[in-house]
């Protein structure tokens, strides 16, 4: 039986604490190999010649090379919750939990440009939206990227908030506890609002975010529907 704790800082699991690593190594790669790199890896619009199947899997092992606080908050966030998850499940059963909301945060991230390229081609055809605003639009998703192992964290927190909904946590500035429950709800809630309102989505890839949390949820739900120690 796993030794389960719960609250405070706790020892890093052998899966989590090689994602870590992965993804602090594949940080510094940015840093050295630059554009080339990055552009390879990361997730494209998937009709773009720089789209590949693997870049599913690959954009969750990238971050913002200009910003270390991307790497930082979702390693963290990684370890706070899904310490309490792998500690529970076992380290095979994280991994392919963690992969598979990883990965289904990249495909609803592409359908998700695929209905707003529609969308998009529809105004401009019935005259709702002028040439140069389709136009840039259109530009912005077709040579876009996405990075980040954000889906793949929320996936994490999905399945934490599931399993423990009543954990009350600290979310700074806000000087009150809030529970676990609550709190997935209010970021999916924020992620819709940025993803269908792109002006005000601080170039974030919202949708992968639910598409994580979606998966994660999903998941965690199946699992416990069946009362099955593995899913695999």
């Known amino acids: 039986m796993a030794q389960i704790r719960m609250g405070g800082f706790q020892p890093i699991p052998p899966v989590i604490k090689n994602l870590i690593i992965i993804n602090a190594l594949m940080w510094v790669a940015e840093l050295t190999f630059k554009e080339p790199f990055i552009y390879r890896l990361s997730l494209h619009y998937h009709e773009s010649p720089e789209f590949g199947l ?19 908050f979702n390693m963290f966030a990684l370890y706070m919750f899904g310490s309490t998850l792998e500690n529970l499940w076992g380290s095979k059963r994280f991994l392919i939990f963690y992969m598979a909301c990883g990965i289904g945060a990249g495909i609803i991230q592409l359908a ?8 998009i081609t529809q105004q401009f055809a019935s005259g709702k ?32 908030a599931y399993l423990f909904p009543n954990t009350p946590l ?7 506890p809030i529970k676990a429950k609550y709190l997935i ?3 999916i809630v924020l ?16 949708f992968a975010h639910i598409g994580g949390a979606l998966f994660g ?10 009362n099955r120690r593995n899913f695999y």
């Open 129 to 160: 939206l002028a040439q140069q605003e389709a136009t840039e639009r259109a530009s912005a998703i077709y040579h876009g990227i996405a990075l980040g192992a954000s889906g793949a964290v929320m996936g994490v927190f999905a399945g934490f």
């Open 170 to 176: 600290i979310v700074f500035p806000i000087p009150i």
């Open 191 to 206: 992620d819709l609002f940025g993803g269908i309102n792109p002006r005000y989505g601080g170039g974030i890839a919202h």
């Open 112 to 119: 998700a440009n695929y209905v707003e390229m529609s969308i």
């Open 185 to 187: 709800i209010g970021l």
């Open 217 to 226: 949820f999903i998941l965690v739900k199946t699992m416990n529907r069946n």
């Open 54 to 72: 693997w870049q599913i899997v690959t954009h969750m092992f990238l971050h913002a090379p200009g910003s270390f606080f991307h790497l930082l």
